[in-house]
């Protein structure tokens, strides 16, 4: 026996089937059956313009929590690295050099990847290479461990585009950063986000960063979000702590945080933190790893002794503009 694994919006229902062949298609739906033996069925709108391999080859990396059940969960726990996107010399892509950085995440301890944030340049990448980017990285993956892309903008159309595509594209989650330049009301966040969530069924995390979009997400305002079954958690890199205990307080289990900042990242989780979404983990991932392991299982005693060893390169990897220095220390 098989179990067939509808995934809608953030909600998992499984349910026993005595048998189905290996060669399914449903229509506008993604179709896998993968290693645990499970038949996943992922609906969804397949794209015409985007390649065979993107529109069926891949879905949602959702797992099963048991018959018949929905619930919000978290699309990762631990370490996720805001991967760098490597440039040739001519400025484009350089896909030979960003296959090895996938491979070396994975080999050595990465939770989840995402790509096409703040570290990842997205701001600086046309919309075609953002698809050509997203397609690669999934395919590469191949379903190993979540990809969350990066779909902000401070245009709600053009970010809810780019979350449509994305989740054609297979991704596990998207990335949300406030709309930035605008200044919008916290009312207006919670458009702007909401609209977005109403449009996929990915886990969304919102990515709270004011020193580069000028402006905050406030606390009621993530109470007011996490209602919403498609909004996940928060990627919090504000630096307020006041405001981060206050966030969890109000939110609990209906909104996971995640620390947005390397150096903040012990503090974060003895405050309910669920990891940390890093830029030092694309040259120390094992440690990173540890660091996270460390803080989930309670042992912050040996979580500060490691964080106070790394100490210094977490601050040197911000003297310059992120992902400046990271990018030197890969040599790219």
């Not at 018959?67 to 030979?96: E, N």
């Not at 990335?175 to 930035?180: A, G």
């Not at 500060?304 to 060893?309: E, M």
């Amino acid at each position: 026996m098989i179990f067939v694994v509808f995934c809608i919006g953030n909600n998992v229902f499984v349910h026993p089937v005595r048998y189905a062949k290996v060669s399914i298609f449903v229509p506008g739906c993604f179709t896998r059956i993968r290693a645990n033996g499970m038949l996943y069925f992922y609906a969804g709108i397949c794209c015409p313009f985007q390649e065979p391999a993107v529109r069926f080859g891949h879905m949602v990396n959702r797992e099963p929590y048991g018959l018949d059940c929905a619930m919000k969960r978290r699309i990762f726990t631990g370490m996720a690295t805001a991967l760098v996107t490597p440039m040739d010399g001519s400025g484009g892509i350089d896909y030979p050099a960003l296959h090895g950085l996938l491979e070396f995440q994975i080999e050595h301890g990465a939770d989840a990847l995402v790509v096409m944030g703040t570290t990842g340049e997205a701001s600086t990448l046309t919309d075609k290479e953002k698809n050509e980017l997203a397609a690669f990285v999934i395919r590469r993956v191949d379903g190993r461990l979540p990809v969350i892309l990066g779909t902000g903008s401070n245009d709600t159309r053009k970010a809810a585009m780019l979350s449509r595509e994305a989740e054609l594209a297979g991704a596990d989650g998207i990335l949300l950063v406030t709309p930035y330049y605008n200044k919008t009301s916290q009312e207006g966040l919670i458009r702007h986000f909401e609209t977005i969530a109403d449009q996929v069924r990915l886990p969304v995390i919102l990515y709270n960063v004011p020193t580069r979009t000028g402006v905050n997400i406030c606390p009621e305002t993530c109470r007011r979000l996490a209602k919403h079954p498609n909004i996940n958690g928060v990627k919090e890199a504000s630096g307020d702590f006041s405001l981060i205990a206050r966030t969890a307080a109000c939110c609990g289990n209906d909104l996971y945080i995640w620390s947005g900042n390397d150096d903040q990242t012990v503090p974060m989780m003895a405050l309910g933190a669920q990891g940390v979404i890093s830029v030092a983990s694309n040259i120390i991932p094992e440690t990173v790893s540890i660091l996270c392991s460390l803080c989930l299982n309670g042992n912050y005693t040996a979580a500060a002794q490691l964080y106070f060893r790394y100490a210094d390169l977490f601050a040197k990897l911000f003297i310059e503009t992120n992902p400046i220095p990271i990018k030197a220390a890969m040599g790219l």
